[in-house]
Each structure stands twice: as C-alpha cells, then as structure tokens.
C-alpha cells in the first residue's frame, strides 16, 4: 500500500510511474519487497528490479534474513528506520547517502504499533527529493484512510520526514 | 505541476491492472455481476463488489457458491439480455469449465476478465498463461494485453466485439497474473458519457431473449447420426466457426474506432515494433512485451537488425496477420509464458508455426519458455532470446525449447 501512496504522489508530480508488489503467501511479520520505477517517459517494462538507485527498508530486521543491498548500483541511497546511530550500521560501499529514521518509535506513539509505512515515506522524500512532501500528504489524503486513521497517517508522514537525518558519505572504493 | 494531459473528458487515475478492468467493466454498465475469489484475481471482484457497493455500477451482484454457479448465472442473465462480467483464473476457470465450453455455442456475449496463473502442479498461486491457453479452444474470443491502460480500455472494447451481430461470442480478456493485476501505473479513466457514445444501444440477446410471454427451449439435444441431427450440429459449429473469422475484422474495426475516440490505439490482432527492416524477430504475447520492446531497443543500438512482434488476439489466431508481419525475416524467437505439452513447445510459438506453413520460405521458429508461476521475464531474459535467435538466423539448428528461468 506504502507503493500505491508513493506511485500516486509522483504521478501527481507528473511523472510516469510502475509500482510492482512482490507477491505469494503475504502475511503480517513475514519480509516483503515491493518494487517501483518512475522517468519522465512512459516505462514499458513490467518487471521486477534488480540493480536498484534507492532502498528503502521499512523494518529494521529485515537485513538480519534478507541480503537488502542484493545489486545495489554506485552512487545509491539507502533510507533505514533504525535508531542506532550510522557508525554502529553495516552499509557497502556502493552508498553516496543515507536516510536514517527512528520509524518505530514514532509509529509506537502514533499508531501504539510498529507499523512504519507512512513514517517512510516522508523518510523517503526527506532522504531523496524525489518526491514533495506535499504531493505524498495528498496521496494520502486520498487513499483509503479515513478519519483517526487519516489524521493518524499525516502525522507519520510529517514525523518522518522531520525526524530523517540524512547522511552524505564519501565516495570509496568499491571491492 | 508538471502535467501529462490526459484526453479531454478523462480523468487520471494510479490503479492496478485489476483494478483497471474493473473500471473497464463500470463503464460498460453491466447488469449482472457474479465473481468468485481467486488468487491473483481477488482485488479485481473485491473492487467491482465495492462499485456495485457504492452504486458506481448499476447491477445486480450474485454472490455465488463457486465459478461453477457464477458462469452458470450469467448464462441465464445473459439468456434475458442483461449484460454481464465476471472474472477468474487458474483453478476457479478449471472449476468453470463445463459451462465455459457451452457459452460460445450458445452464441451469449458475455465479457470476462482471465487474470493468468499458471496450472498446478505443483502447487502454485502466481502468474503464467497456462490457465487461458489450456481453454483456447473452446470457442471464446481470447485477448492479451500488455498494460494496465490497454486492460481497461479492452474490457470495454470486448463488450462492443462480443455483441457485435457478426460475432456473438464471448470475450475473454486476459491479464497476466502479478504483473499486470498487481502492477500500479499512471491511467486514464474516459468520461462515462463517451463509453456510453462509444458502446450504442444496449441490445445483448436480440437472437435467443428469454420471455415469459414466448417460452422457448435454449440448446435441446442436437446432432446424432440420423434424422436432422447432423447437419444441424454442423450449422452449431460452422456458425461458430464463422463468428469467429468475422470477429478478426470487428476487432480490427472497434480498435481503431477507440483510437478515433479516445486517442489511444492499442494493435487489435498483433503489433509490430521495428519490423520495417528486421532480418530476424522476436515473439511475445502479454506483459512481457514491454521489456521485449526495451531489449529490441538496446539491440538495435549494438546493430543488430531486430524486430518485435507482439499477439495480443489469440482466438481467433490472427494466422494472416502473424504471416505478414513476418514475411520478410529468416527466423524468429517466439516467447511463451505457458507450456504446450504435446508438443514441447510454447502454444504461440505452435501457432506461429502453423501459421508460416504456407509462407513461400523456410522461416526458422525457435521456442522460448520463460515467466512460468510468476517469475520475471527481463530485459536480460530478451538480450538471451535476441541472442539466440539471431543464431538461428545465420543457420543454427533449433533443438528444445529454450527455459528462461531455468537458471534463475
């Protein structure tokens, strides 16, 4: 749902957009990916993505079974909710930047649970630019969140994307 | 804001390709609607359930048993003339099938959306185009498409084809599984006033309507050996037969009609890209062909003198259309995403087979499997099937099928 929000804002913004969950047996807890291109041209290829430009890794655990930088392109940005400081992560080499959240929190305050969808993604816009804030808070406006639920939303969204410190790293030599 | 315009009158939309063919099926106005869930078709009757819901639709929803009952129904509104939808896959159309085979014959125009899903086994629940092949033939017009938009604006083309008095065929509109039924893009909905300019008259049933006032029997027993039995069975099956041929032309006619209208055209039959000089090809049918069309591209970059043709009308099988757009190359790499056992080998690399029989040269027809159970065809997958295929030009024998995920 993170994937529709995020291709619905950047379509606003006038991009053209292909958002491709990952599919089979979904269940609450259990790691997913969910993939999405945008260009200024239509995008023909309906595919997945495997070399991508940006991670955005909305569980801090996920890493622990699922290798998340599997063919990470040079010059990559990486956006982590984690609430450890970025000299305690594990990065590669291939970073230029990185985005780091403490989404749990905020969502335990907002949400009484660690649902991070929403925090991300103002995250993501903080971290990259690709997206406005604005256009994000639209989408979610009109999504299917209503009431508490929306209002709970916004507030995840301006969290993150306040709440995102982001890190420029030195270009290394990639091994 | 940096718009891309949509059409005058439409309205953009973010949406899935199940989600799509739902607003195609809305903006048909059906009568009835009877879904069942089945996975990757379930967002698809969950959201034509929340249209007739919400009253976006005007139709009576039958919540039924199984896909069994659900086709069975639409028979009987379709019988009435009432205009109907339904849509499924894999093990639900497996379920279907008896009364699947009888609504061709029956000549009852119902449109349906198949979201492709491979057969099991083994146990499966992603995407591949084993469930729509194994039915193709039952009589059933079979569509493919490529994009979220081209979902939406064939579901309501299929209604103007399937009614059409030429034809009176049911339509079927096949989306692949995963890609295209989970895969967000940027769409355009068209304004209801111009599908309804578009669509006409509703006249569904004009040649069988089901009345109170003039009872009649649908389908007594017909054929045997004797009697008026055989002759008349054979005026069932030519007739069908006909339909079918007509229905090659009416979906040319109502495509390029949707262009006139709402400035999209989407090839009715097969498209092709780059052909002009291409000494070899490649085949695709599906969500796949953009990828293809990516790879065609970067090809033609290394110089290499490649084209793509995509079918998107599998029944009837565009067999004049497939032979022209390949005249003038010496082979061709045909991808499928499902499996024809019998003949180890894809079914529209068969096809196409049969189709080039009468063509005055040899044209070398390789066959590539690859997409099955919801794995990826890529951009790499086609630098491979270019690859080969071009070998296959210069004179390369042709064993097997080649697997594209088979080291995966």
New interface residues.
Partial sequence: MA??IL??AL???????????S???ERRGAPVAAFLRFDERP??????I?EPDVILCIDPTVSRTVDVFAGMRRAGVLVQTTHLPLERLALPDELARVGLCDAVAIALKIFKRPITNTVMLGAYSRATGHVSLEALREAVEESEFRDAGLSQNLEALQRGYEETRVHELPEREVA | ????MPEPGSK?I?C?GNEAAAWGAALSRPDMVAVYPIT?QSSLAEKISQFIADGIIDAELMDVEGEHSVLSVLQGACLAGARTYTASCGQGLAFMFEPYWRTPALRLPIVMSIVTRDGISPQC??GGQQDAMTVRETGWIHMYCE?VQEVLDTVVMAYKIAEHHDVMLPVSVCH?G???S?????AELPHQTEVDDFLGEKNVNWHVALDPDRPMAVDPLTGGASGPGPSLFVRYRKGLCEGMQNALRVITEVHEEWSRRFGRYHAPLVESYRMDDAGYAVMTIG?????G??AVDAARERGEKVGLVKVKTFRPFPAQAVADALARVTAVGVVDRSVSFGWNSGPLCQETRCALYSSPRHISVASFIGGLA?A????KHFDRVIRDTAERARGAPISGPAWLNESD
Avoid at chain 1, 43 to 48: C, D, H, K, S
């Fill in positions: 994937g529709g291709a619905a379509v606003k913004e006038g991009k053209h957009v292909v958002a491709i969950p599919f089979g047996f995008i023909r290829a309906m595919t997945n495997y | 804001m940096a718009a891309i953009v973010v899935d990757p629940v992603w994009t692949d995963n890609y295209l989970f895969g967000s893009v940027r969500s796949m062909s953009g990828a069309k990516d919801g990826d065809i890529t951009v």
